[in-house]
């Protein structure tokens, strides 16, 4: 069946520093979506990608779907403490959430 | 204010008991969901219903049952025939019956079972 791994599954960064979290499906994908969430919390709605090759900005974060449309990254510039939490990509055509990336940021 | 109400927050069981967790949307949402996350780990599809008295199962169904008798409300039974019930239940809804809306999630029910 379809999968979605995303990669790394942890990442430990000084604040300031970037961090990229990779998503990456055995099939083609119609669109893909990205949620935060918070320790102790529930997911929250980032962004959705659709367009082979899209490109979306949120002020430090950058989001980018793959021409393939088989992948999917996420880009946090400078980090902060606030970005602390896990990312999850969704292929939510199929219903599937990837394993997450658990980013924590040290002051 | 809109949203999804999930209940109860935490919930402690014996084992061989039935546990139903209840979730509640007034977004007038269409399509609602049950995930299951287990720590460290990412959300896994229990059961999803596209509309009001039908739902189908996902990947990891057994051992739970669900209803969608009104729209508002997506209610999940944790039977004893699921093996390892101990985990974090969210409950989202979605605009899109083509399950390409962005979903929105309620707070959770952390379920042990002892």
């Known amino acids: 069946g379809q999968q979605v791994m995303q990669i790394p599954q942890y990442q430990h960064v000084q604040e300031g520093e970037d961090f990229t979290t990779y998503c990456n499906s055995s099939?083609?994908?119609?669109?893909i979506q990205w949620y935060k969430q918070r320790p102790g919390g529930h997911p929250v709605f980032l962004i959705q990608?659709?367009?082979?090759?899209e490109v979306k900005k949120q002020k430090r974060l950058t989001f980018q779907f793959g021409e393939a449309k088989k992948n999917s990254s996420l880009h946090i510039t400078a980090t902060q403490t606030t970005d602390v939490g896990t990312y999850f990509c969704a292929a939510t055509n199929k219903l599937i959430f990837g394993t997450g990336t658990l980013l924590a940021v040290q002051p | 204010d809109g949203g999804i109400t999930q209940s109860p927050k935490y919930l402690f069981r014996k084992e061989g008991q039935n546990v139903t967790l209840s979730c509640e949307q007034n977004l007038n949402h269409d399509a609602m969901y049950w995930y299951r996350q287990d720590p460290g780990q990412g959300l896994r599809l229990i059961y999803y219903?596209?509309?009001?008295?039908?739902?189908q199962k996902g990947d990891i169904a057994e051992g739970y049952s669900v209803s969608r008798e009104k729209k508002e409300s997506f209610p999940l039974t944790v039977t004893s025939a699921q093996k390892n019930p101990t985990a974090f239940y969210l409950c989202?809804?979605?605009?899109?019956?083509?399950?390409?809306?962005?979903?929105?999630f309620g707070e959770g029910s952390r379920l042990t079972v002892l």
């Open positions: 990608l659709v367009k082979s090759g």
């Open positions: 989202a809804s979605s605009t899109s019956t083509g399950i390409t809306g962005e979903l929105f």
């Open positions: 099939t083609t994908l119609s669109n």
């Open positions: 219903s596209q509309i009001v008295n039908d739902f």
